[in-house]
């Protein structure tokens, strides 16, 4: 067994985290989020949501990690409907194929459209 690995892999974990707490102490202080009930415990639900989806471990959901969480709620996607989906959370401008934590919060808390709402309502339902 490679303990070295192990510890590493904390590591990494332990960074991943403190980087998306100070991502969630931005919408903490967030004016726009003022009126979310229970805001603190919203986000701290949601960072360990995507720190379990975030597959490759570099801060970032990519399509295969979006389709396994959709999967996992009970409401299974088509290829299409998840490049849609990507396209839609990250913004038709961009041409990233991965959703960051910023683009997951923004769907968790915002109001975008069917497919998204959908989704993000699912999600809502299991982590509250």
């Given at each position: 067994?490679d303990?070295?690995?192990g510890?590493?892999y904390?590591i ?11 991502i969630?102490?931005?919408y903490?202080?967030d004016?726009?989020y003022?009126?979310?009930e229970?805001?603190?415990?919203k ?9 379990e ?6 801060g970032?959901i990519?399509i295969m990690?979006l389709k ?5 709620l009970g409401?299974?996607k088509?290829?299409l409907?998840?490049k849609?989906?990507m ?7 961009e041409?990233?194929e ?6 997951f ?8 459209n069917a497919?998204l709402r959908?989704?993000?309502n699912?999600?809502?339902?299991i982590?509250?």
């Amino acid at each position: 067994m490679d303990r070295q690995a192990g510890k590493a892999y904390g590591i990494l974990k332990s960074q991943q985290e403190d980087n998306l707490n100070s991502i969630n102490e931005t919408y903490l202080t967030d004016s726009k989020y003022a009126d979310v009930e229970d805001l603190t415990s919203k986000l701290e639900s949601f960072k360990h949501k995507y720190m379990e989806f975030d597959l490759n471990d570099q801060g970032e959901i990519d399509i295969m990690a979006l389709k396994r969480m959709l999967e996992k709620l009970g409401v299974a996607k088509t290829h299409l409907e998840l490049k849609k989906m990507m396209s839609d959370v990250v913004g038709s401008k961009e041409s990233r194929e991965t959703i960051c934590y910023t683009d997951f919060l923004n769907m968790m808390l915002g109001k975008r459209n069917a497919i998204l709402r959908l989704a993000s309502n699912a999600l809502r339902n299991i982590w509250e």
